[in-house]
């Protein structure tokens, strides 16, 4: 089934330590993103790439990163200067738009998310 | 830029009755408009959408949205509620044609539905 892949589920980091979350999918779309949710906060986009070796900082990049060198694959890696990374991180990806050619209507398709708890 | 609001943190119904959940948005063009629902610990499930044509949008497990551009909202809503409907309910707004800005949320609704 096409679907978009999380992992892990649930993942434990000690302070200083740089992480890495994957986000796999296998709809053969174009834009892919990151958002990270706390409660009562809604989602916030921290990066999305709408084409291969491409991507742009959302409102709050600042201590992650990460790389498109695959369509598939989008992974994030939260590193030690972000200093309250304890959240529930959510990938997506949509059929967006690339070079003036309108293919879908924007819908978003998530995978089940990654939460990460700083010890 | 795009916005969402959602004005209740919480809405609570009895199992049977009707369901409303508010939205409004702002954005510079028109606007596409979804809804979602998330269940706890899981990702956000698509429910429905509005891009064009008619006002009242239907979606899935019996949910509907009316568009209301002079009110700038997009309401979900259910004729009647299932204890299964509690969850956190998000809006969320894009320009129409412009993908270059991304889909905004709102901070989300949880929906409690009493037996």
């Known amino acids: 089934d096409g679907g978009i892949t999380q992992s892990p589920k649930y993942l434990f980091r000690k302070e200083g330590q740089n992480v890495t979350l994957s986000c796999e999918q296998n709809l053969n779309h174009d834009a892919m993103y990151w958002y990270r949710q706390d409660p009562g906060q809604g989602l916030r986009l921290i990066y999305y790439?709408?084409?291969?070796?491409?991507?742009q900082k959302g409102d709050i990049a600042e201590g992650y990163s990460v790389s498109r060198e695959k369509k598939e694959s989008f992974p994030l890696t939260v590193t030690s200067a972000q200093k309250n990374p304890t959240a529930f991180y959510l990938c997506?990806?949509?059929?967006?738009?690339?070079?003036?050619?309108?293919?879908?209507?924007?819908?978003?398709?998530f995978g089940e998310g990654s939460r990460l708890t700083v010890l | 830029a795009q916005s969402v609001a959602q004005p209740e943190d919480q809405v609570n119904v009895a199992e049977g009755n009707p369901l409303t959940v508010k939205c409004t948005y702002s954005v510079s063009g028109n606007p596409y408009l979804f809804w979602y629902v998330q269940y706890p610990n899981r990702g956000l499930q698509f429910l429905l959408k509005?891009?064009?044509?008619?006002?009242l949008v239907k979606g899935s497990y019996g949910f509907e949205a009316e568009f209301n551009k002079s009110q700038t909202s997009f309401h979900l809503k259910k004729p009647s509620a299932l204890v299964s409907d509690s969850a956190l309910y998000f809006c969320a707004v894009r320009e129409a044609g412009d993908f270059n800005n991304d889909m905004r949320f709102g901070a989300g609704t949880r929906l409690t539905v009493k037996p």
């Open positions: 509005y891009i064009t044509g008619d006002n």
């Open positions: 790439s709408q084409i291969v070796n491409d991507f």
């Open positions: 997506a990806s949509s059929s967006d738009r690339h070079r003036g050619r309108l293919t879908d209507t924007g819908e978003l398709f």
